[in-house]
């Protein structure tokens, strides 16, 4: 065998080839390539992409094909840093090339440190290297790219390597991200960042293993543990992040949010399995477990939270895609506590917010045809001691009410007929719960059908309502209820159950007193139908019903004082009524009153007036809309200490102007206790007597008809009281001209009036009545006596004699005989007869009859065979001569000379006629009547009237009073002489 000399001398040129070729292969490798590479990087990202580089060394091992880059760090020309790493090692395995494999044993990055930016909605800093990395390109060469000759290979060829990495380590990296897009600039380091990849290949059915950790702020982490297939497109695994900061996403949102969040953490676990091998992807994220915590969201400027502490867990969800199904296990939200307001701008901050939140500007995105529709399935969502805060500025005092809720929704689903049984509670602050339990149907109608319970819910939260428009507070009241609801398609509600309120007290704030009150008011089984628009109760009960009516100096009532007064609405707006909409039906089955009371005080009397209504029982008939039978009254209670009342009759309760009648009865009264009312009206106390006071009201289309009968037994008037507002009713003159008698007075008192006229009001129209009847009664007494016994006859106040008479007429007589009978029925009644003279026609016609006597005395003494003329002339010439009248006689014979000449030659002859007449009117006119003459004539016509009524022995002496002597003017020349009356 040749010796190795002798081989290596032969064959040294292929040996110092070799050695050669390994020489320059290892230099290349280890010096010359890690120089150009670095060169050129330098090179390419400065030219190209107008970066800065520095980096500390490259290092490549050609034997192993191990490459180490490392202290590398990239920066722009404005010194703004962009990318550095610690170190990048990379092995390859070329060996595994003969199998068409490239073989990656390890990769490792370390410390690699990353900025990105967003400088616009579409500017950031990768668009920013892209676009200068075309610009560049233009600038260098601006001949187009050679175009590829070779047949481009189908999607569907195999490739030519198939890429094997068995380790890739992404360690401690940190990436910094800024965003100047928010109205204030977003900033965050994520750090550290480790990712690893272990058995990665492109190689069909290859699974690689894959873990991903990351730390946000506030120790806040994601990791992701599972495994990647490239061949096919899987990748599956378990994501969970824990106590991440809410608090890094709202500072991003922030300006688009109208609310701020000060704490909140979310912790998340989850399996995903993901195939996008096939057409459709297939999603199966599973075990989903979601708990929000710790949550503190404010309203700004509020320092009320709307959101505080509580925690919403999720517990085992599912979501499968393409079947577009997500199924969870429990919902719960627990130990929360909710704000709700109502400003005084009658805003609502929940759906304020809701309205100030962002809006998509684009389209709704339709679903998919191939897509199926979302479905949603919840074994069971859960509020558990949930506290929800409710604040209403609007009121003058604001409100404020906690309510404590708990609930829970079983088999929440969004598929057609899913019934989902639920169950409520709700506990007030101020007391009083709120239960209901049930069923619910979301799809295709909504549908709920529950029963309800209302446990003593206290009124008290109504005071500042209340409050806004009267004067009044509730000290207390509860209601309790019972009852069915349902809703669906067929019917929007119905419902039916009982209900009660019950130790109801309103008390008066001007007073300080108790105003209303009531032990139970019981509303017993309720039928109500929305689409029937149909309410029946079958019975009311009402326990010790209270009420208070004061009336005070100014004679204004309590009730009246107590409203408050309302600004006036300026915009006022038009309703709309639909009249084919059918009116709701309504029917009671009966109302039962048991011991209810009231009091009544009248401090606008002289002497206040204060009494009382007790144990007033009774029943109010059943009533319907749809029914013309009126409602039955019957009532009975206790007035004072032995008075009694009644209240019976009918009435139609949704119109009572059209058609009422309601008889009310009080027996034996007590009128001194009504002393204050005749005080007040007429100046007089009561002193004694009894009253029996029926009022009967009829109303017929708002047309008041009442007649009210008031019996008075042994009335006896008191003391006078000086009362500024009294009228000048003679009370002694009515109780006189009313008591019969056996001491009793029967007074019929007729009310009228159109109880339409928004001026009528009940009371006033009684009380002024009853003053009118009185008034007319005693400034018309005679006529009140004529219809004693004559019905409609003309009252009997006068009689009129003739000028210078005193004889009674037969007329006179007939007037004076009916007059006494009405007083016989009236005996404390006194007629005051007075003795009239009318100087104006008596003195006339004194002096007429005196001169008509001398004329008859002197006509005795003429000639009886003369005319009467011509005697009467020469009496009267006699007297006017006697008398020394002027003018003389020729002058009146001149005067009554006839007028009738016919001819010239004729002289004018007198007029007996007016010739006597002129003496005979000188000689009145010239007449002596005295005064005693005129006072003897009223003498005498007294003197008659007295005889006839004696003369019919009806009446006694008692009853007749002689008035003195009176002028009085004279009506048609008669003298009237007007009678009076008073009492004994």
């Known amino acids: 065998m040749p010796s190795a000399k002798s081989f290596l001398f032969r064959h040294r040129r292929f040996i110092i080839g070799l050695l050669s070729l390994v020489m320059i292969y290892t230099l290349a490798g280890f010096y010359l390539l890690p120089w150009l590479a670095e060169r050129q990087l330098k090179s390419t990202l400065d030219q190209r992409l107008h970066l800065q580089t520095q980096l500390q060394d490259i290092r490549f091992n050609p034997f192993t094909f191990e490459l180490n880059i490392a202290g590398m760090a990239i920066q722009t020309r404005e010194k703004q840093p962009l990318l550095a790493w610690n170190s990048v090692y990379v092995n390859v395995d070329p060996s595994q090339l003969v199998k068409g494999d490239i073989s990656i044993p390890t990769v490792d990055i370390n410390a690699v440190d990353l900025h990105f930016q967003r400088y616009s909605e ?66 965050t380091v994520l750090s550290p960042i480790n990712f690893q990849l272990n058995q990665f290949s492109t190689k069909a059915d290859e699974t690689a293993k894959t873990t991903l950790g990351i730390e946000f702020e506030d120790k806040a982490n994601l990791s992701v543990a599972g495994t990647f297939s490239l061949s096919p497109l899987t990748m599956a695994g378990q994501l969970k992040l824990n106590q991440f900061n809410l608090q890094t996403p709202y500072r991003y949102f922030k300006a688009l949010l109208p609310v701020e969040l000060r704490q909140g953490v979310v912790d998340i676990s989850l399996d995903y399995d993901v195939n996008l091998a096939g057409q459709q992807p297939k999603i199966d994220i599973n075990n989903t477990m979601v708990k929000l915590s710790k949550l503190d969201v404010l ?63 684009t389209e709704e995105t339709k679903p998919s045809e191939e897509t199926p529709a979302f479905k949603l ?31 829970s929704l079983k088999n929440l689903s969004l598929t057609d007929n899913q019934k989902m049984p639920f169950t409520s509670t709700i506990k007030v602050s101020s007391g009083g719960v709120l239960s209901a339990k049930g069923d619910l149907q979301l799809f295709p109608e909504l549908s709920v059908t529950a029963e309800t319970k209302v446990d003593q819910l206290s009124l008290k939260p109504l005071q500042p309502y209340i409050d806004k428009y009267a004067f009044v507070t509730l000290q207390d009241g509860q209601i309790t209820a019972n009852a069915s609801l349902k809703s669906d398609a067929d019917d929007a509600l119905l419902v039916k159950g009982d209900l009660a309120l019950s130790s109801l007290q309103i008390d008066n704030q001007n007073l300080k007193e108790k105003l209303f009150s009531l032990d139970k008011l019981a509303v017993n089984t309720v039928d109500f139908s929305l689409k029937k628009k149909d309410l029946a109760i079958s019975d009311i009960d009402l326990d010790k019903f209270y009420s208070r009516i004061f009336i005070n100096k100014e004679g204004v009532t309590n009730l009246r004082k107590l409203l408050k007064e309302q600004p006036a ?10 009249d084919k909409d059918d009116p709701y039906k309504v029917s009671i089955g009966q109302v039962t009153i048991k011991d209810a009371s009231s009091r009544f005080t009248d401090e606008s009397l002289p002497i206040v007036f ?23 009254l019957n009532l009975e209670g206790q007035v004072q200490e032995f008075g009694m009342v009644e209240i019976k009759g009918s009435l139609a309760p949704f119109n009572i102007t059209e058609k009422s009648n309601v008889a009310m009865s009080f027996s034996n009264l007590d009128l001194p206790a009504m002393s204050p ?22 109303i017929q289309n708002g047309n008041l008809n009442a007649t009210n009968s008031l019996v008075i037994r042994d009335i006896r008037l008191g003391e006078r009281v000086e009362s500024p507002n009294a009228v000048d009713l003679p009370l002694d003159l009515a109780v006189a001209l009313l008591k019969n008698s056996d001491g009793v007075i029967d007074l019929s008192i007729p009310v009228t009036g159109d109880v339409n006229n928004p001026q009528f009001e009940m009371g006033p129209a009684i009380r002024k009545a009853i003053f009118n009847a009185i008034r007319n009664i005693v400034t018309s007494p005679f006529r009140f006596l004529a219809n004693l016994v004559g019905g409609d006859e003309q009252p009997v106040d006068n009689i009129r004699f003739a000028a210078g008479r005193a004889e009674l007429t037969p007329p006179q007589k007939e007037a004076l005989l009916k007059l006494s009978e009405a007083l016989v029925q009236r005996p404390q009644l006194t007629l005051e007869i007075p003795a009239p003279y009318a100087e104006s026609v008596d003195r006339q016609e004194l002096q007429l009859k005196a001169v008509e006597k001398e004329v008859e005395t002197g006509l005795k003494q003429t000639n009886p065979e003369q005319q009467l003329l011509e005697r009467r002339k020469i009496v009267l010439e006699r007297l006017y001569t006697e008398q020394g009248l002027s003018p003389d006689l020729s002058v009146l014979k001149l005067d009554a000379m006839a007028k009738n000449t016919v001819a010239d030659d004729k002289e004018p002859s007198v007029d007996l006629l007016a010739y006597n007449s002129k003496l005979k009117t000188a000689l009145v006119a ?25 003369q019919q022995g009806k009446l006694s002496d008692a009853q007749l009073h002689v008035d003195a002597v009176s002028a009085v003017k004279a009506k048609d020349d008669e003298v009237t002489m007007r009678f009076d009356l008073r009492s004994q």
């Open 122 to 187: 579409a500017e950031n800093t990768l668009t920013r290297l892209a676009n200068t990395w075309q610009e560049t390109a233009v600038e260098e060469s601006s001949e187009p790219a050679a175009v590829s000759t070779e047949p481009t290979v189908s999607e569907e060829d195999e490739p030519l390597f198939t890429i094997v990495l068995d380790s890739l380590n992404f360690d401690n990296g940190k990436l910094h991200y800024i965003d100047d897009v928010p109205a204030e600039p977003f900033k």
């Open 299 to 361: 309203e700004p400027g509020l320092n009320k939270a709307l959101i505080a502490d509580g925690q919403l867990d999720v517990e085992n969800g599912r979501y499968q895609y393409p079947e577009n199904q997500l199924t969870i296990d429990n919902v719960t939200v627990s130990n929360a506590k909710l704000a709700a307001l109502h400003n005084k701008q009658g805003e609502i901050n929940w759906l304020k917010l809701i309205d100030a939140l962002p809006k998509s500007d």
């Open 677 to 698: 009312y005749t005080i007040k009206f007429a100046g007089r106390k009561i002193a004694d007597g009894r009253a029996d006071v029926k009022l009967n009201y009829e």
């Open 377 to 407: 399935a919840i074994s069971e969502a859960e509020l558990k001691d949930v506290a929800l805060f409710i604040e209403d500025q609007q009121p003058k005092l604001p409100s404020n009410m906690t309510l404590n809720l708990a609930a």
């Open 610 to 632: 204060d009494t009382e209504m007790r144990s007033l029982d009774g029943e109010i008939s059943g009533f319907s809309t749809q029914s013309d039978q009126a409602v039955e």
């Open 569 to 578: 609405n300026t915009k006022a707006t038009p309703t709309e009524t639909n």
């Open 926 to 950: 010239k007449q002596a009547v005295s005064e005693n003459d005129l006072k003897k004539l009223a003498q005498a016509r007294q003197d008659a009237v007295i005889a006839y009524i004696k």
